[in-house]
């Protein structure tokens, strides 16, 4: 059984920071790339930023400048630190990770259970 537990959301006001953190736990024999997405109410999921086994990030044009992505291999953990936070950036934020379980040999796409991101104008 392979887990993603995310942390470290929460309210903030407009300008503020926050870290999200998310660590996989499990029979967990390689991670590949990993990234959160996020949901507002009533929209689409959508990238928000991901990271490469080899550390290559993508953002979304909307937090390019602001928010950063890393990750913690040895720690089977991928953070986000967010900066300038804007009320658009309001959503649920969810962990995603490609994983190879021990008794696998193929990737699968495992999701966090999100956690709650809100900013106050």
């Known amino acids: 059984q392979v887990q993603l537990v995310e942390s470290g959301g929460g309210l903030v006001k407009a300008g503020g920071s926050l870290r999200l953190s998310c660590a996989a736990s499990?029979?967990?024999?390689?991670?590949?790339?990993m990234g959160w997405y996020r949901q507002a109410p009533g929209k689409q999921r959508e990238l928000v930023a991901t990271?490469?086994?080899?550390?290559?990030?993508n953002y979304a044009e909307s937090v390019k400048g602001r928010f950063t992505i890393s990750r913690d291999g040895a720690k089977n953990t991928v953070y986000l630190q967010m900066n300038s936070l804007e009320p658009e950036d309001t959503a649920v934020y969810y962990c995603?990770?490609?994983?190879?379980?021990?008794?696998?040999?193929?990737?699968?796409?495992?999701w966090g259970q999100g956690t709650q991101v809100t900013v106050s104008s």
């Open positions: 499990g029979t967990i024999f390689s991670i590949n790339a």
């Open positions: 995603n990770a490609r994983i190879q379980a021990r008794i696998q040999t193929y990737l699968t796409e495992y």
């Open positions: 990271i490469t086994s080899g550390g290559n990030t």
